[in-house]
């Protein structure tokens, strides 16, 4: 493969627009379109220098012949490539990215500098265990952390994220019952619960039940009381809920739970509200995930990678998975894997994922925890809390706020479309926010508001970023309410309109091909290649 | 507290905005009895800077780091030498603090470097498509296994006994619970792969036969006779790759007619770091491409005519269809994923073909260095970059002196497969373009002597 077109521009790249300001090349200024590495790459470049080798033999019939496809970059080129893109991201050293449920908190680069130390960048994960003593002993004192800030029994470190955290803390529940010898079958889990909770149930092989929740957005105690039985393996819940609101049953629902046999998982998505200041563990809670990447800062990557260490009770602590870090009386660290669990853990349900976990996540974890302190993590709850229910008061006079008359929300604020002008909705809310210079909201989620808009905005935002993010809802959504038109076409200053995601879902095309088999990009064919 | 920007004013005045006389009324709904009053005992408090990196990087100095001397290890983690720009890159602050491109009109940055990830990962495993990345090599393996569940409403597994054993135990671990029945076992010290007998042993209940391609003992062999008997009975074969620099160099398994491909794609980009976070690489047939789990970019075109990038074919996924979900998974490895892609086009494909020779010609001066060891020989036939040495005696105490020595000198097939002291004196020795003569020579050298 030769590049298409190595200059990489496209005529339909100018095409469009707000005006008719359109430009030869399609940039306006420092906004700079940038065509896909096929298009200005090829395969006889390279931006590495090797040395010459003589060619390979010994291969038995199996060398690869066939041209493979895959365009190459001078150094140059591949850093302006990606500088490029990176400039069509919003981001949180941006501004403020208030999406809900998802704590986009600032991410200190103190974490970076750390992870980048070769003692632990440069580090093999089956490397002899007298050479890694202190990459166990960055496990264990960041467990040691976790354990004590949830107040919980044991720790499992190996999750790779969130959703994984929650298949740990499952298959936890489902080893307990069956040493009991019970097959009990059903979760209940609730509506407004993530997506993954019903999932990772469902991948686990339980049966998924709704959870009724009450007019002011809690658990309904006395419905689920009603339900519990001994087919229920246990309960799924989210605390604080995912719409912000603490459930304050929460020692009754466990109590309740457990009464009937049943095991108490708790979504730990929204941990930042309580870091600190409450402790999982004296609500009853039998296993949590805690997402790294959300409460204690590890960056979120453009989608991750994640990691979710899973708290776990004295009850299902016995079945957390292989492998994990043992600490001895001498001071030195041990890696408990298969081969020692039949003496060490011998009721472990097994093994999630090769090697460890996420190491490179817990030395930023760390790094930040150590950072903060316990004082300053207290202060991060209260900010992020206080900066949520600020928002909350701001703009619920504008703004739906469904569970606005529950009590103080905790980290994030709910709002609905309810108000906002026939034909308006909260996507139009959302992408006008766009246009403000905000990364907008969580949307649609929880489904058990009308057109949900879930802000989040942690305790990394000072309070002239969250008066200048309230003035500019405000004003969008009374353009939402007042049926401005222009709204309808936002975001009108962003790199893109607005994206046909039915067209996207409906021809896929999800890898790139030569132009004449390309469809959604006709008129490269119209260039020919070079 | 250097993170927060909250002065006491600014909360004394955002307080009394809310209608609160104090923080506590915010946690209001928490019952008395769990809400605690000051930072939890026993916990130091904040640190600066200056301490918490000292402190860090006393840890760090506790640990051997590959780069520190002769470094031999692989086994599902290679040591490759990373280009300074791909790290720089990754440290954009527009990558490495955005999030999942909900909103793609302000994350085109993202999706179009995972839709360039997606075609160039299709490229190298020689299928049609490729999602956006799983967590890592294990679990995209086990994904791929109830997802030929799913395409071929059958439960039974065939894993071959070259699949490394911990993806095998995270088979093993989810099989108890699905119901899915495997078929496994540990390899044997033979030159040859167990496929044949996979071949033969597929039956009418068979989903999927799954093999390591280069295998655990760092075999390759071809599988187009493993993909003829997969279609003769309705299977998928489910190809994993581990080392994605050897596709430079051998024929990849797509071409070779798998349904499906994963792997781990750290190798590219990503580096050790002790074991995570890695990048999982899923692959397969454009037929099969509504039953892959995962987050797929898709490109599409804006209201303005212009092309752009979107998630697509959400429909699979938990966020909407919650327990009908295709997998539970609900993030990718972006900013992994991001690494792989820049450090292959830097390579590209000239690169990437010169590199996987370097790493197959150091490999084989290596391995007839190490060969010539007293006791030592080489089980493999063929290899990429990596083969097993069988020893005198047992390995594992082996790798334990290499390392007083200064020498990590691969890793053992006793720490691999524990159970099994038929493969106790198997060493698998990883040798990439990182490896110096200098380093080999040392290798044979130790190894000389502590076998003496």
Known sequence: MTALNRAGWRPEMNAGGADDNVTYTGNRALMLEEPLIFEIGSTETTGVDFDEVAPAVDLGGLARSAPIGLPGLSESETVRHYTRLSRQNYAIDLGLFPLGSCTMKHNPRLNEKVARMPGFADVHPLQPQETVQGAYAVIHELAEWLIKLTGMYGVAMSPKAGAHGELCGILCIKAALEARGEDRRVLLVPESAHGTNPATAAFAGFTVEDIPATAEGRVDLAALKARLGPDVAGVM??????????????????????????????????????????????????????????????????GGPGSGPVVLSEALAPYGPLPFVARYADGSFKLIEEESAGDEHPETFGRMTAFHGQMGMFTRALTYILSHGADGLKQVAEDAVLNANYILRNLDDVLDAPFGASGPCMHEALFSDKGLAEGFSTLDVAKGLIDEGYHPMTVYFPLVVHGAMLVEPTETESKAVLDQFI???????????????????????????????????????????????????PSLSEIGGS | MRYLPLTSDDRAAMLAAVGASSIDDLFVDVPAEARLDGPISGLPNHASELAVERHMAALARKNVAAGDGPFFLGAGAYRHHVPSSVDHLIQRGEFLTAYTPYQPEIAQGTLQMLFEFQSQVARLLGTDVANASMYD???????????????????????????????????????????????????????????????????????????????????????????????????????????????????SPGEMGADIVVGEGQSLGVGLQ?????????????????????????????????????????????????????????????????????HMTLLGEAGLRRLAAINHDRARSAAAELAKVPGVSVLNNNYFNEFTLLLPTAARPVVHQLAEKGVLGGVSLGRLFPENGGLANGLVVAVTETVTEEDIAAFAAALKEVLA
């Open chain 2, 274 to 342: 002790f074991g995570g976070p890695y990048v999982g690489l899923f692959a397969c047939k454009a037929k099969y491409v509504r039953q892959m789990p995962g987050r797929l970019c898709g490109e599409t075109v804006d209201a303005n005519g212009k092309r752009g990038f979107v998630l697509t074919l959400s429909t699979r996924e938990q966020h909407i269809r919650r327990e009908k979900a295709t997998s539970n998974i609900c993030t990718n490895s972006g900013l992994c994923a991001l690494a792989f892609s820049i």
């Open chain 1, 237 to 302: 819940i989210t605390n604080p809920n995912t719409c912000g609101l603490f459930e304050r049953d929460m020692k009754a629902i466990s109590d309740a739970v457990h009464a009937a046999g049943g095991y108490v998982y708790c979504d730990g998505a929204n941990f930042n509200a309580i870091v600190g200041r409450v402790r999982p563990g004296d609500l009853g809670v039998d296993a949590m995930h805690i997402n790294l990447h959300k409460t204690f800062s590890t960056p979120h990557g453009g």
């Open chain 1, 471 to 521: 003035g500019a809802l405000r004003s969008i959504a009374l353009r939402a309410k007042n049926g401005d038109p222009a709204l309808k076409t936002a975001p009108h200053f962003a790199p893109r309109a607005r994206l046909d995601e039915t067209l996207a879902a409906r021809k896929p095309v999800l890898a790139w091909s030569e132009p004449e088999v390309a469809p959604g990009a």
């Open chain 2, 137 to 251: 090599g294990s679990t995209a393996c086990w994904e791929a296994v109830v997802m030929a569940r799913r395409v071929t409403r059958r439960n039974k597994a065939l894993l071959s006994n070259g699949l490394h054993p911990h993806y095998r135990s995270v088979a093993r671990t989810m099989a108890k619970y699905t119901g899915d029945v495997l078929v496994e076992g540990d390899p044997t010290l033979e030159a040859g792969t167990d496929w044949a007998a996979l071949a033969s042993a597929i039956d009418k209940e068979t989903s999927c036969v799954v093999v390591q391609y280069p295998d655990i003992l760092g075999r390759i062999d071809d599988m187009s006779a493993l993909v003829s008997a997969c279609q003769a009975s309705g299977a998928l074969l489910i190809a994993v790759v581990t080392e994605p620099v050897a596709l430079g160099l051998i024929k």
